[in-house]
């Protein structure tokens, strides 16, 4: 990702670090459908800017956050992201801020990912089943199974349904199944390492 530096400079307007602050905010928010007109309006009045700058520095404000966001960037990790011979004190009024939103940031876009189906709620039972059409008398040992999965979410702020899986296992099942969920889990561990 490339980002354009030389629009970050037009923040030098800021009459204030919450002024630069409430531009960032908005870089975030309105990262999907851009500023409004009237917002448009209100950054080239604040920073006294043309309209074609302020979208130049939403853009490199967009840029900048999703770069950090991407990486998970520390303190550390933002300055490094801003060329050497960047202003100094923006550079560190910007990351200065970054860093302190960038967690409630992170957390928005993960939330706002489509993902598969979650599990919610999961409980089980084992069973004895002691007779059947062909037999009048038997033991056999079942499990079943009932999970509470969350649907994916169709639309942008709405809650998403609950649904009720439920299904038997015999013995034999339950083993092939365990034995591919240990498999996972070893997998899984191993990346953690």
Request: overall charge negative.
């Amino acid at each position: 990702m490339s980002i354009s530096f030389e629009p970050l400079l037009l923040l030098l307007n800021a009459k204030s670090p919450q002024q630069v602050d409430s531009l960032l905010t908005d870089s975030f928010r309105f990262r999907h459908e851009g500023l409004s007109a009237a917002r448009l309006e209100s950054w080239c009045t604040d920073l006294l800017i043309e309209k074609a700058q302020a979208q130049e520095l939403s853009s490199s404000l967009d840029q900048l956050v999703r770069q950090c966001i991407y990486i998970n960037a520390s303190k550390e990790d933002i300055v490094g992201i801003f060329p050497a011979n960047f202003h100094s004190n923006l550079k560190n009024l910007l990351t200065k801020l970054i860093s302190v939103r960038l967690p409630e940031w992170r957390e928005q876009v993960m939330n706002q990912q489509i993902s598969p189906p979650q599990l919610i709620d999961f409980d089980w039972r084992v069973d004895m089943k002691t007779s059947s059409n062909l037999l009048s008398h038997m033991a056999v040992p079942t499990v079943f199974v009932n999970m509470k999965i969350q649907e994916q979410s169709t639309t942008k702020n709405e809650m998403p349904g609950v649904q009720d899986v439920q299904f038997e296992l015999s013995q034999a099942a339950l083993n092939t199944m365990l034995s591919g969920l240990f498999t996972i889990r070893d997998q899984l561990g191993s990346l953690n390492r």
